[in-house]
């Protein structure tokens, strides 16, 4: 589902300059892993979608052409490869918090290191699943 907006872009304003704002409902599921994520490593939402924002800019600027999405085996190859990346992290966080020794199992390191392994869990199966 997609709704449009009409929205004065800040500091731009003028009678003929307006910039149109596009919403994409999201599924609830993935929107809370997400959200998820974004909690359990400190970063707001806002940041993160700024640092992909920025991320992509910079691709942009250096004259390479962003990735090609425009077919759903690309999609899907795509999304594949982020749940194998995220699948790598998630390894090596388990390898973290299996090392941390015995007194140290009921820290916050220790914590957050099993609730990171348990959202980069959820994240891939949400993403291998759709």
Request: aromatic letters at 6%.
């Amino acid at each position: 589902m997609m709704t449009e907006h009409t929205a004065i872009q800040p500091g731009l304003y003028n009678s003929t300059q307006r910039c149109r704002q596009v919403k994409f409902s999201v599924d609830s599921e993935i929107a809370s892993a997400f959200k998820k994520a974004c909690a359990d490593s400190n970063v707001s939402m806002a940041s993160a979608i700024s640092r992909f924002m920025a991320d992509f800019s910079n691709l942009a600027a250096a004259g390479d052409s962003p990735p090609e999405y425009a077919t759903r085996k690309q999609r899907r190859a795509a999304i594949r490869s982020i749940a194998g990346q995220l699948e790598k992290i998630k390894l090596c966080e388990e390898s973290y918090r299996d090392r941390i020794p015995e007194n140290l199992q009921n820290s916050v390191f220790y914590d957050n290191a099993d609730v990171l392994v348990s959202s980069l869990d959820e994240a891939i199966d949400s993403l291998i699943t759709v």
